[in-house]
């Protein structure tokens, strides 16, 4: 993948309980202009017929308008990820998009994602309390914590379990 000379940083992170024949690539096209004309972001779902279910998520690079996103899925404007799911077998698809504009200035272009064949499992991470965070170049610590309507002690609540969660 080349980015009009920036340095990137791809990954889909699979849920650890995933074999080899499960997994999720992301295809990205090899250029793309400042400003320019929308690009799509394919991925593609290898699950072998043993999976019952699959849940993807992607968090597209800051600043980028996601657009036309496939299968259902949806952007969700508060963690800025786009997400598809749950599929369930045996009607999960080979393949998920979505367009990308890129913006006038371009910072770089760096995804992160997720995907899961274990959605049970992964509703029970989240009600656990599984924390995501990302940490941009200025050292700052970016994770969703609730939505302004939450009350004050479970906001509290959850910003002191980041807190703690990345201080381990």
């Given at each position: 993948?080349?980015?009009?000379?920036?340095?990137?940083?791809?990954c889909v992170?699979?849920?650890?309980?995933?074999?080899?024949?499960?997994?999720?690539?992301?295809?990205?096209?090899?250029?793309?202009?400042?400003?320019g004309p929308?690009?799509?972001?394919?991925?593609?779902?290898?699950?072998?017929?043993?999976?019952a279910a699959?849940?993807?998520?992607?968090?597209?690079?800051?600043?980028?308008?996601?657009?036309?996103?496939?299968?259902?899925?949806?952007?969700?404007?508060?963690?800025?990820?786009?997400?598809?799911?749950?599929?369930?077998?045996?009607?999960?698809?080979?393949?998920?998009?979505?367009?990308?504009?890129?913006?006038?200035?371009?910072?770089?272009?760096?995804?992160?994602?997720?995907?899961?064949?274990?959605?049970?499992?992964?509703?029970?991470?989240?009600?656990?309390?599984?924390?995501?965070?990302?940490?941009?170049?200025?050292?700052?610590?970016?994770?969703?914590?609730?939505?302004?309507?939450?009350?004050?002690?479970?906001?509290?609540?959850?910003?002191?379990?980041?807190?703690?969660?990345?201080?381990?």
């Open positions: 993948m080349r980015s009009a000379g920036f340095v990137c940083g791809v992170a699979v849920a650890p309980s995933v074999s080899a024949a499960q997994s999720a690539v992301r295809d990205l096209p090899d250029t793309y202009e400042p400003g929308p690009v799509v972001v394919g991925i593609t779902i290898v699950s072998p017929g043993s999976v699959v849940g993807v998520e992607d968090q597209p690079p800051l600043n980028w308008a996601v657009s036309s996103i496939s299968h259902s899925g949806f952007f969700d404007a508060q963690s800025r990820k786009v997400k598809w799911g749950p599929f369930f077998a045996p009607s999960i698809p080979a393949t998920i998009s979505y367009e990308l504009a890129p913006p006038q200035t371009l910072s770089g272009l760096c995804f992160s994602g997720t995907v899961s064949f274990d959605v049970a499992r992964m509703v029970q991470e989240i009600k656990a309390g599984k924390v995501e965070y990302r940490v941009d170049k200025a050292g700052i610590v970016h994770a969703p914590v609730g939505k302004a309507s939450f009350p004050d002690a479970d906001l509290k609540e959850n910003i002191e379990s980041v807190i703690n969660h990345i201080v381990k």
